[in-house]
């Protein structure tokens, strides 16, 4: 077994999340920062460096195509850029097909308290007769829904699917101005943004006579950064535990 460090490549290192990554990833035992890409740059930068590992926080319109390069060159990807529909994550599973050199990792939150939020709600979700999410974010955002809100509302509907329960009570006949939001798999989420938050997401559950929130609040970026190294270590080298196509910090986490 090798000691060498395991070299790894940020896409959108110029960015929020990828400037922060760089740092960690740095600073991390046995990783080793190789290439820094952003929008101008190369691709062939990361495999100039021999990058073995692709972290990747660009924008849900690229993503795609960065893991496709990522696969077809035998680089494995840390993928914590939003937008990841299940048709996407079929997408990648046909790309990668049995090779089993190469790992893609897709984290929708890659901080603790945001992976045990979704857990804790999805165990809830079958107990109570509503659910809904709100996630509130900064203004430069993107997307809307986040994909930690996408991932929790699909997680809440598969929890109830399994459970068997019915239509969540609603009486709402009109809805001109969208107010009752967006669905996801059933489940309404409402996406807030304004100056000064980071990241941040309610999941708001009803039954007769009582409701449950559960929130998280990250309140710095820095939140994001040991899940982002634990990722890295478990697609390569010799702490490699992950293999095909993978979503959620969960399987990292060993929960
Ligand atoms: N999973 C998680 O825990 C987290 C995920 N995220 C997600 O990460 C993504 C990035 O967020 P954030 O850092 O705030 O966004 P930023 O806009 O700050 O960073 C994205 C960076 O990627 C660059 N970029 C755009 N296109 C490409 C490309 N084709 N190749 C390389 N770089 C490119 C951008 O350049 P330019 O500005 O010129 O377009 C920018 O520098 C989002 O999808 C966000 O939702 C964010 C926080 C946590
Ligand atoms: O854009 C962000 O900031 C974040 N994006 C991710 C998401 O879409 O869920 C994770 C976190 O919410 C921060």
Do not use: W
């Given at each position: 077994m090798s000691d060498a460090p395991t070299k790894v490549g940020v896409l959108g290192a110029r960015g929020r999340m990828g400037s922060q990554a760089c740092k960690a990833i740095d600073a991390a035992d046995g990783l080793e920062l190789v290439a820094g890409v952003d929008i101008?740059?190369?691709?062939a930068g990361l495999t100039g460096a021999h990058a073995e590992v692709v972290v990747d926080f660009t924008r849900p319109d690229v993503v795609m195509d960065n893991l496709k390069w990522c696969i077809g060159h035998g680089v494995s990807a840390v993928v914590g850029t939003s937008g990841f529909t299940d048709e996407r994550v079929e997408e990648l599973r046909e790309m990668v097909g049995d090779r089993d050199d190469v790992t893609v990792l897709i984290v929708p939150n890659f901080s603790i308290g945001a992976v045990l939020m979704m857990r804790f709600a999805a165990q809830a979700a079958p107990y109570f007769e509503s659910a809904e999410v709100i996630e509130l974010h900064h203004p430069?955002?993107?997307?809307?829904?986040?994909g930690t809100a996408q991932r929790t509302a699909e997680l809440i509907a598969g929890a109830r699917a399994d459970a068997g329960c019915g239509a969540m009570p609603d009486a709402t006949a009109s809805d001109p101005s969208g107010a009752r939001g967006g669905a996801v798999g059933g489940v309404p989420v409402h996406s807030v943004r304004a100056r000064g938050l980071v990241a941040h997401q309610e999941v708001l559950l009803g039954a007769l006579g009582e409701t449950l929130t559960i929130r998280h609040d990250s309140l710095d970026r820095e939140s994001f950064m040991p899940g982002v190294v634990a990722g890295v270590r478990a697609v390569s080298g010799a702490e490699r535990t992950l293999t095909g196509v993978v979503v959620g910090l969960e399987h990292v986490l060993g929960f």
């Open positions: 101008h740059d190369s691709l430069e955002k993107v997307d809307a829904p986040s």
